[in-house]
């Protein structure tokens, strides 16, 4: 019901945006998150906005370099990553939290989750 795309193989420095296009539900009252895990590594939240757009969460460490969006009539949500450095290099998936509650970075909060799609940064 989450299909992520987007990832992908690029150097250090690089820009990419990945989209998360939502079926089957309406994800639009859903407050939605990017996570990423890499090998070895928890799974941790690196954005999250709220159903309505009007909150936005980020990890501490990525500030200023990912920018978080939804675009309800198209059931999407994007990150777009620049500056890229080989330590994003990990898992991204998305994830829904239908619980109509506060904005959460936590992993057990989202009950909804998209595949996952790989990308690499490349010193």
């Known amino acids: 019901q989450l299909q992520a795309s987007g990832g992908g193989l690029v150097q250090a420095g690089a820009s990419l945006r990945l989209s998360c296009a939502a079926s089957?539900?309406?994800?639009?009252?859903?407050?939605m998150g990017w996570f990423r895990q890499a090998p070895g590594k928890e799974r941790e939240c690196v954005a999250a906005?709220?159903?309505?757009?009007?909150?936005?969460y980020y990890a501490d460490s990525l500030k200023g370099r990912f920018t978080i969006s939804r675009d309800n009539a198209k059931n999407t949500v994007y990150l777009q990553m620049n500056s890229l450095k080989p330590e994003d290099t990990a898992v991204y998936y998305c994830?829904?939290?239908?619980?109509?509650?506060?904005?959460?970075?936590?992993?057990?909060?989202?009950?909804?989750w998209g595949q996952g799609t790989l990308v690499t940064v490349s010193s």
């Open positions: 906005i709220s159903w309505s757009g009007g909150e936005k």
């Open positions: 089957g539900r309406t994800f639009s009252r859903d407050n």
């Open positions: 994830a829904a939290d239908s619980s109509q509650n506060w904005l959460s970075n936590l992993v057990a909060r989202y009950d909804y």
